[in-house]
Structure formats: structure tokens, C-alpha cells
């Protein structure tokens, strides 16, 4: 089974500064990795995928790069409603994963 | 646009059968383009992917709950459900089912409103 490590486990950031989520894979899976937003109480919602495509009415301040092992999630400038969990997902291979999750919490 | 709608018992005892259905609404699950998935997140935690099905019935699980777990297809209904056996309190999560973005894009874009299922005795 691949291993999606997120780094940080906590960012805490002010509206308007830059995050930079990291996903790493213990093997690569080439292109093959989602980001997905998640607030309390409500399903995750998809982002980004392959790894840098965005999903239906995702603004632009948030993008997604890397290949291979290593990926990043960029959200260029925080609004306030996107203080959440991110998960990254890998679908490279078999049995699909996903990350421990990074929140991005308000300083 | 596409809607999943999931439903189940909420409350279980160790040993039981976890049972939950999802609906789909605004779009066929018979489409050629996609697999229905079942997601399921313990409280306070990361999300675990438990297993997949195509229209045709062909399905693919995580082999950590391979033997507990079956996911069939209803295309007549435009539903898909899950089944897990034998429960024990770690399997105490939210279950979500969702759409595969396509049918070799295994990332979810669709996901249901999520069911809390405690097991407990």
C-alpha cells in the first residue's frame, strides 16, 4: 500500500498570506493525486486533481503541482473560508490513500 | 448535477451487519465513465477508502477489510450499497459514498451528506 505523508500536521496562517500543504508518497504514483477541502460536519469536496487540474469552480489562488512523490497544494492568498483540513488522495495504484490530513487554522 | 443520497442504521452491536444504500439522482449509474465508491472516516481522524463498484457489478476493495466488506449494485434503482460484517467498535466512522470522476480517474468529484455509524454494545 502507497503511504501519503502531509506536512505540516497544523499550519496556522493569517487571511491573505500564502499555505503551502506538502504530500509525499512513499512510491511514485506518477500524476495521480487529489486534494480535497473538508470543514466540520460536512463531506470533503475535491480541489484538485492530476495533480494540477482544477476541480469545477475552484477559484485560481488555489493550485496543485508536483509528480512522482512529491506534490503541493498552494493557496496564494487565504480567505477566510478556506481555513479547513486538506487531504491529498493518491490513485496511482491499489488500494487507493489518502494523507493524514494538514489544517490550516487562523493565527 | 449529480446527487448522492445515503441512507442506514446508525447504531450497531459488536458482530452485527453495517448496511447503508446511496442513491444516485441527476445522472445514471449505469454510465459507462464511472465507479461508486464507499469512504468511511472514524471521528476525529483521516479518511479510509473501503472498496469500489462499476455498473457492470466488477468491483475492487481495500485489502485491509476484503473479507468483511461487499459492495453490490442495484442499476434498476440507481443505487449502490455496503455491506460490513462482523463490526467492532473500530469501525465506529462517518461512511461516505461517492462517484469516481472516471472510470480509470479514481479520485472522487460526487460525495454523499456522510452516515455516522457507532457500534456499540
Known amino acids: 500500500e502507497i503511504v501519503l505523508t502531509q506536512s505540516p500536521g497544523t499550519l496556522s496562517l493569517s487571511p491573505g498570506e500564502r499555505a503551502t500543504l506538502s504530500c509525499r508518497a512513499s512510491?511514485?504514483?506518477?500524476?495521480?493525486v487529489a486534494w480535497y477541502q473538508q470543514k466540520p460536519g460536512q463531506a470533503p469536496r475535491l480541489l484538485i486533481y492530476g495533480p494540477s487540474s482544477r476541480a469545477t469552480g475552484i477559484p485560481e489562488r488555489i493550485s496543485g503541482s508536483g509528480s512522482g512523490t512529491d506534490f503541493t497544494l498552494t493557496i496564494s492568498r487565504l480567505e477566510p473560508e478556506d481555513f479547513a483540513m486538506y487531504y491529498c488522495?493518491?490513485?496511482?495504484?491499489?488500494?487507493?490513500?489518502f494523507g493524514g490530513g494538514t489544517k490550516v487554522q487562523i493565527k | 448535477q449529480v446527487q448522492l443520497q445515503q441512507w442506514g442504521a446508525g447504531l450497531l452491536k459488536p458482530s452485527e451487519t453495517l448496511s447503508l444504500t446511496c442513491t444516485v439522482s441527476g445522472g445514471s449509474i449505469s454510465s459507462s465513465g464511472n465507479y461508486w465508491g464507499w469512504i468511511r472516516q472514524p471521528p476525529g481522524k483521516g479518511l479510509e477508502w473501503l472498496g469500489s463498484?462499476?455498473?457492470?457489478?466488477?468491483?475492487f476493495y481495500n485489502p485491509s477489510l476484503k473479507s468483511r466488506v461487499t459492495i453490490s449494485v442495484d442499476t434498476s434503482s440507481n443505487q449502490f450499497s455496503l455491506k460490513l460484517s462482523s463490526v467492532t467498535a473500530a469501525d465506529t466512522a462517518v461512511y461516505y459514498c461517492?462517484?469516481?470522476?472516471?472510470?480509470?480517474?479514481?479520485?472522487?468529484?460526487?460525495w454523499g451528506q456522510g452516515t455516522l455509524v457507532t457500534v456499540s454494545s
Open positions: 488522495q493518491q490513485y496511482g495504484k491499489a488500494p487507493l490513500t
Open positions: 461517492a462517484r469516481h470522476a472516471g472510470v480509470i480517474s479514481h479520485y472522487f468529484d460526487y
Open positions: 463498484v462499476y455498473y457492470s457489478g466488477s468491483t
Open positions: 512510491q511514485s504514483v506518477s500524476n495521480n
